[in-house]
């Protein structure tokens, strides 16, 4: 027996809504460390079976990796720091995914929008959101922290029409309902072999010249192996075991160092470096009308 996610009521935002300056979503999603646990939700969103048949039917990370990457990061910055247009990229994504729908091997018919799977690729967001504290700031989430975020994570599921059922009350509740998912729902399944090799590699965009391959190989390599190590350990130990993958505590005081350099590393660099580009113009934009405010209430009347 599996553990379902306990439904909310009052718990629920009360209406969709964009994001803004003041909350965590706001101030950490669009720092450029966000990437790095970008990977281990990912992987986990591949070992739901419905997700990894529609992501194995429809999605285009085996044969452009960068530009599947790319894309993808681009939406959660516009969902985040769209303004009013956050709430349009999120019901264009819903749209887009209205499509895609697919029939494994077994004769399943698999829906990218069922509540479960559609709830699931937001819950590894929010996984990640806490494990991106826990490795690469300067310190982990505590507790308050882990629960005051969460209720921006339920925003965030109201903003994707994720139904109420889904959503588990409290982040106490959340870490319960996760790791049961994890232990008793999620498959090795082929779409996220395929993903952990190609995140290993990372592969040359076609228009690029064969005679220029090898050098992209040599100043890929080294991404692509951080890429693959921290998407392995920040991965849950049940999802690890599953994925026959090792975890030594050699490798977990190595991903502990690498953050702890990023985690000081990162604040010193300058603001436009720091974020990346639809979050730092969205910052920037805040800033000059938080200004304008302040000189039209003090202009004389």
């Known amino acids: 027996m599996t553990a ?13 809504r964009p994001f803004g300056p003041g909350t965590r979503t706001w101030e950490e999603t669009g720092l450029i460390t966000f ?12 070992m739901e079976p ?29 969902w985040t720091y769209g303004g009013e247009e956050s709430l349009g990229e999120t019901d264009r994504l819903r749209k887009m995914h209205a499509t895609l ?39 982990p989430l505590t507790v308050a922290e882990k629960e005051d975020y969460y209720r921006e994570a339920l925003q965030l599921m109201r903003n994707f029409s994720v139904p109420p059922k889904e959503l588990p009350a409290t982040y106490a509740d959340f870490e319960k309902f996760f790791a049961d998912q994890v232990e008793n729902h999620l498959e090795a399944t082929q779409t996220s072999k395929d993903y952990l090799k190609v995140i290993r ?4 965009p076609a228009p690029l010249p ?8 040599a100043a890929t390599d080294p991404f692509g192996r951080m890429q693959y190590f921290v998407t392995v350990g920040t991965t ?21 160092t690498l953050g702890w350099f990023l985690a000081r590393l990162v604040p010193l660099l300058p603001e436009r470096v720091r974020y990346f580009p639809i979050a730092y113009e969205a910052r920037r934009l805040e ?11 003090v202009r004389p009347l």
């Open 236 to 256: 849950p130990e049940s999802a690890r075991k599953k994925l026959g993958l090792t975890w030594s505590e050699s490798d977990e005081r190595k991903l502990r």
């Open 201 to 204: 590699t990372i592969a040359p």
């Open 287 to 297: 800033r000059d009308k938080a200004r304008l405010r302040k000189v039209i209430d």
């Open 101 to 139: 729908n697919t029939t494994d091997a077994e004769g399943v018919r698999h829906t990218a929008l069922s509540s479960g799977p559609w709830a699931w690729v937001l819950h590894t967001g929010t996984f990640a959101f806490s494990e991106n504290a826990e490795y690469f700031s300067k310190r």
């Open 50 to 78: 419905t997700i990894s048949a529609v992501v194995d039917a429809h999605s285009t990370f085996r044969t452009d990796p960068i530009g599947r990457a790319v894309r993808s990061l681009s939406a959660v910055m516009m």
């Open 210 to 217: 064969r005679v220029l391959r090898p050098v992209w190989r």
């Open 35 to 46: 990437s790095l646990t970008a990977g281990s939700a990912f992987l986990l969103q591949t």
């Open 4 to 16: 379902s996610a306990a439904a909310i009521d009052t718990h629920a935002p009360a209406e969709r």
